[in-house]
């Protein structure tokens, strides 16, 4: 019998169901298993002549950034181990593709007493992307941590599948063996969404100058590491009545054979689309893409809205190829509240209509030209 059977065997006699939420995590929880029956010996002993590395597979059900892993991980003995464990993420399977890993050092694990540890501990990750419906294995190391007491256990749900979209291995040097059972574990994952920002700061709201113009920037920003840009359509929505489109113009990287344009498709809604000349011409890094130009008609406030249509349409695939994903990020509003213009010279400037703007605006010597940002952001606060 191996050296894990007999820690998971040990642990039945005591069962525990106690969870205890750590700190409130970035993102949204995506996959868990929370059911504790027993645990899992976790050790490499020095110079790793004999090891129990562990994994646990999961079937992503949220496409972003994955943020954080948490597993219900303690030590036990008298005195505190000297190692620290990593948490690795692999794409597919534990010998898969490594896209990111997170370490904590021995202070960070807590101590447990009992027949397996029910706190759960993050380990955050930053640049690691997840994709819905594609699996991805936790696998778990531990550097210098001995078998024999003080030691790391992790745990599980013993003998049962109690997670039924992944898996639980074991390698203890001859290679992942299927456990057929599940540790416990919880996933979170930031999705993309929108944002409207000035001046680089997220906004609700926009103070702006009756008979003023001010500009929109649509922005893609914070595409994960690894996938690129390949297609988009975004719609700007407001009220006419209480501003006035301009115009938009799509600003062409001049790279790759992108097509692009924008125009109002119905009073209110302008809509901008564009995209690559080929799946190997997709775009990667931060930048604006179009500028649109308003003009505000009358005091008071009016809310724009910056959604993508009904159908995912930011479309990213993986940088040399593969599926692609398609994002559709929550609708965001900002209010922009128009405000009169103080009287210049003792005259009242007039306002709402567009051909006024040029003389008081010459008049006045002032011209509001307020940069609003639409972003996709990778990580939500
Ligand atoms: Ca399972």
């Avoid at 999961?58 to 950034?65: R, S």
Wanted: net charge negative; with cysteine.
């Amino acid at each position: 019998m191996s050296r894990f059977l007999i820690v998971s065997i040990l642990a039945l006699l005591m069962v525990s169901n106690v969870l205890q939420p750590v700190a409130a995590a970035t993102g949204t929880l995506d996959q868990q298993q929370t059911s504790i029956l027993g645990g899992l010996l976790l050790y490499s002993s020095p110079p790793a002549a004999s090891y129990q590395f562990l994994s646990q597979t999961f079937t992503a059900g949220l496409t972003g950034a994955l943020t954080e892993v948490e597993l219900a991980i303690g030590y036990e003995g008298d005195s505190t181990p000297t190692g620290s464990v990593t948490v690795e993420i692999h794409s597919g399977s534990p010998t898969g593709t490594l896209l990111g890993s997170s370490s904590l050092g021995p202070s960070g694990i807590p101590e447990f007493v009992g027949s397996a540890p029910d706190v759960f501990v993050a380990f955050t990750f930053s640049g690691v992307s997840v994709v819905a419906g594609n699996v991805y294995a936790i696998v778990i190391t531990a550097s210098n941590a001995q078998y024999d007491p003080p030691h790391y256990v992790v745990a599980d749900y013993y003998l049962s599948d109690s997670y039924a979209a992944g898996t639980a291995y074991y390698n203890d040097g001859s290679g992942w063996i299927d456990l057929t059972y599940d540790i416990a574990f919880k996933t979170y994952v930031a999705e993309p969404y929108c944002d409207i920002e000035q001046n680089g700061s997220p906004i609700q709201n926009l103070n702006v100058q009756v008979s003023s113009t001010f500009t929109v920037d649509v922005w893609i920003r914070d595409i994960p590491a690894g996938w690129g840009l390949t297609q988009f359509n975004i719609q700007v929505n407001f009220d006419p009545n209480d501003v006035e489109f301009i115009d938009s113009e799509f600003l062409d990287p001049n790279v790759g054979g992108w097509i692009g344009g924008g125009n109002v498709i119905e009073p209110g809604r302008w809509n901008g689309d564009a995209q690559s000349g080929g799946l190997s011409d997709v775009w990667t890094e931060d930048r604006a893409w179009f500028v649109l130009t308003f003009h505000c008609l009358r005091a008071g406030p009016t809310p724009i809205t910056v959604t993508s249509p009904p159908v995912g349409t930011i479309i990213l695939v993986p940088v040399g190829g593969g599926s692609p994903v398609f994002l559709e990020p929550e609708p965001v509003t900002v209010i922009v509240n128009q405000f009169e213009p103080a009287p210049v010279a003792g005259v009242v400037v007039q306002k709402n209509s567009l051909e006024i703007v040029t003389p008081y605006l010459a008049l006045a010597g002032l011209i509001v030209a307020i940069s609003t940002v639409f972003v996709i952001k990778k990580l939500k606060n």
